[in-house]
Nanobody, 123 residues
Framework: QVQLVESGGGEVQAGGSLRLSCAASGGTFSSYVMGWFRQAPGKEREFVAAISWGGVNTDYADSVKGRFTISRWNAGNTVYLQMNSLKFEDTAVYYC????????????????WGQGTQVTVSS
């Protein structure tokens, strides 16, 4: 079993930046593809970004390309999401997730989830 704990959320003005972290425990971190998802009130949980086992390959939702960067530190069992040029529509609860599949964007393919961290962007 893999346990995931997100941190780094908060409130920021539009145009600002935040870095989310997700600490993993209970498994071999480097054997998992890691993803970030988000869910705004009244909306479905949606894919944000994913990163391969070694960190070489990444994938992003079109809505965040060029603004968000996913990275990982396998020695520290942590995955990050650097969010720049934040917009009001980025407001959501952000979740990290783990899977053994290859860079899936579908939330159904992720086996383990964190509890989420709130990101609020004020305009």
């Amino acid at each position: 079993q893999v346990q995931l704990v997100e941190s780094g959320g908060g409130e920021v003005q539009a145009g600002g930046s935040l870095r989310l972290s997700c600490a993993a425990s209970g498994g071999t971190f480097s054997s998992y593809v890691m993803g970030w998802f988000r869910q705004a009130p009244g909306k479905e949980r949606e894919f944000v970004a994913a990163i391969s086992w070694g960190g070489v390959n990444t994938d992003y939702a079109d809505s965040v390309k060029g603004r968000f960067t996913i990275s990982r530190w396998n020695a520290g069992n942590t995955v990050y999401l650097q969010m720049n040029s934040l917009k009001f529509e980025d407001t959501a609860v952000y979740y990290c997730a783990a899977t053994t599949r290859r860079l899936p964007v579908e939330k159904e393919y992720y086996n383990y989830w964190g509890q989420g961290t709130q990101v609020t962007v004020s305009s």
